[in-house]
């Protein structure tokens, strides 16, 4: 069985190749992945909000076994970071600069 390595060396004017940046490109990469990372926690937070309990049993909490199983599952997705990479490597994101569109500033 392989296993996926932790660390992907990846290709730095690929990644700038979009954007004619390295640094803008990881901007857009770092944003995506906060959004994503944010939707996630949103969506596990609801999942998780349907186990709460006003009142604190103790055979409640060791037997929710639904509510491991969903947390568990969050835990096995992949990174944020990494679903980031992959959608700007695919060019799903979309890259907008707003020092070119009228009206931009510049920094």
Known sequence: MAVKPSIV?????ELSSS????YKSLNVISKR???ISSNVR???SGKLAEFASTVDNLEE???????IEISKFYERMPK???VAIE??????????????????IEI
């Open 19 to 22: 954007t004619g940046n390295i």
């Open 80 to 82: 944020p970071t990494i």
């Open 61 to 67: 909490i060791f037997e929710n076994r639904e509510q």
């Open 87 to 104: 959608e700007f490597s695919e060019g799903k994101i979309l890259v907008r600069d707003a020092v070119k569109e009228e009206g931009g």
């Open 33 to 35: 992945a906060r959004q």
């Open 9 to 13: 060396t990846r290709d730095i004017t």
């Open 42 to 44: 949103e969506e596990l």
